[in-house]
């Protein structure tokens, strides 16, 4: 059997679009507390993605359906009881959230299976690498800050995420993670930062010139001192806040 590499490759980044828009789109917990139950459809489609779906499913669903083309019965594939262990993750978590916002690492000690090769000896997440670190992040990354790369976290801006909720501790890892990304690829990696549209980069005006600022959301914002291509982060929070605390 022939296989089409450049198929097959966009059919693989297809199934990672797929799991990114499920994590940003499909609030589980949300619609839990709400009384929704999710019920994954395998009936139709490619068949090539039906595998991949419903092994997807297993995570997301409540129920996993499927119409059998000749009879119109509706059959529920029983779910596996499927547990992710998150101690591998824990362990190398800065890895995996780098790896999530595409920056290759070496990876060494996570399973290969979770793992993409991206070039010799450096890897990205792979569909199932991306599928089990989309459950357990959550957890992960709002237990304590990561050591990311060419970061250094002051004392003020580490009681900053202490007295952060769950959900903006994970925001802020996820946008440190793209900082570091950043910063490791470029030699000028603030210059790069003002280009990036979400980031928004900026030096502070007046007598605080000296500290530059990037944006996590709408209304959030991390104040630092940039040195060396290094960032030494100061405060993060809303942005009257950060403004009036850089």
Known sequence: MIINRERNNNFTNGVKDLLHWLEKNLDIENYKTQGYEIIFNLTGG??????????????????????????????EIPKLPIEINPQIFKENATEFALMSVDYPCEAINIPKIMLEEYEKNTFLLSEWGILAWNKVKKQILAEKLLAFPKLHFEDSFKKDFQNATPQQQIDLQETLAKVSAILL?????????????????DNFTGKNSIFGHFRLNQGSRVSCLAKNNELYLRHFGQHDYVNDNP
């Not at 490619?46 to 129920?63: H, P, V």
């Not at 690829?185 to 210059?191: F, K, M, R």
């Open 46 to 75: 490619f068949k090539s993605l039906q595998g991949y779906l419903n092994t997807i499913g297993m995570f997301y669903a409540d129920r996993l359906v499927y119409i059998f083309e000749a009879g119109g019965e509706l059959i």
């Open 185 to 201: 690829q470029n030699i000028d990696g603030v210059s790069q930062m003002k280009q990036q549209g979400g980031l928004q980069y």
